[in-house]
């Protein structure tokens, strides 16, 4: 069915490189990618890696604009493996809560919920505040994974490519995708 397809969506919240490695991640194990990038996220890329959007899009295998809410990844008939927002804004992690969906990124989010299948969102906000809590719940409630990318120090990292690899490592064990990006831990040895 839509085992090795994977939407992935990437905001404008700081932390594009996390969306950037998913999608080289997924190109490496031959993962299918369908890529929607907010108009935020556009600017955010650019300013962040100096990569255009059209160098993104290069990555994925079929890429959305924003506005295209008549695209496959709008139908819950679109078969998929899920759909992870790598980095995921306040805005639209609030949008997918309350089920007010203004644009393609947020609508495939919410189609991905309602036909019950996962939902990732790499959250990058501090610090939260109650709405922000309320909203978080609600969307794990309706069976979302909130992973914000979040550094292990136990693998000891040198790099801050070691650091992003860790957590998209953790985001693709999340949706049982076998990789080699992040350290296992192996328990404490001595």
Known sequence: MGKNKLIIGITGASGAIYGIRLLEACK?????????????????ISHETGMSSSELRALATESYKAADIGAAIASGSFQNAGMVIAPCSIRSMSEIATGTTSSLLTRAADVVLKER?????MLRETPLHSGHL???????DLGAVIAPPVPAFY???KTID???????????DLLQIENELSVRWSGLKG
């Open 134 to 140: 309320r909203n978080l719940a609600t969307l794990s």
């Open 162 to 172: 070691d650091i992003v690899n860790h957590s998209v490592g953790r985001v693709l």
């Open 155 to 157: 693998t000891n990292p």
């Open 117 to 121: 299948r996962k939902l990732i969102l």
């Open 28 to 44: 490496m194990l031959e993962i299918e990618t369908h890529l929607v990038i907010s108009k935020a996220a556009e600017i955010t």
